[in-house]
C-alpha cells in the first residue's frame, strides 16, 4: 500500500493550500481516510476523518470552518482543502487510511500511512 501525498509549500496567513493524497495497492472506497498533522516539537495530532462514501466527516475543532476534506473513490484519492490558514497550521501534514468502516481520531487506528507533506504559514 503507497500513500503519496503532495500539495504541501510556504503560504502567508490568510492563504491557502489543497493537499491531495493518492491511494495505491488497497480497496481505496472501502477505506476510511484520515489526515493529520505534526508541528515541531509536538505529537501527531488528528485533522479530519472521511468515510468510505463521504458520508461521515469530522474534524479538529482547531480547523473546523477552515478546512474542508473530501475524496474521489474513481481516482483513488482524498483533498484536504486548507483556508485562512494560520501560523499554528505549520506542520508536516500526513494522510492516513484505515481498514474499519467507523471514523477514528486516534492515530493507532490507522493501518497505513504516506510520507507526510510540509505546510509552512508565516505570519
Known amino acids: 500500500v503507497q500513500l503519496q501525498a503532495c500539495g504541501g509549500g510556504a503560504v502567508q496567513a490568510g492563504g491557502s493550500l489543497r493537499l491531495s493524497c493518492a491511494a495505491s495497492?488497497?480497496?481505496?472506497?472501502?477505506?476510511?481516510m484520515g489526515w493529520f498533522r505534526q508541528a515541531p516539537g509536538k505529537e501527531r495530532e488528528f485533522v479530519s476523518f472521511i468515510s468510505r462514501n463521504g458520508d461521515e466527516i469530522n474534524y479538529n475543532e482547531d480547523v473546523k470552518g477552515r478546512f474542508t476534506i473530501s475524496r474521489d473513490n474513481a481516482r483513488n484519492t482524498q483533498y484536504l482543502q486548507m483556508n485562512n490558514l494560520k501560523a499554528e497550521d505549520t506542520a508536516v501534514y500526513y494522510c492516513?487510511?484505515?481498514?474499519?468502516?467507523?471514523?477514528?481520531?486516534?492515530?493507532?487506528?490507522?493501518?497505513?500511512w504516506g510520507q507526510g507533506t510540509l505546510v509552512t504559514v508565516s505570519s
Open positions: 492516513a487510511a484505515r481498514k474499519g468502516p467507523a471514523a477514528a481520531a486516534a492515530a493507532h487506528a490507522y493501518d497505513y
Open positions: 495497492g488497497l480497496t481505496f472506497s472501502r477505506a476510511g
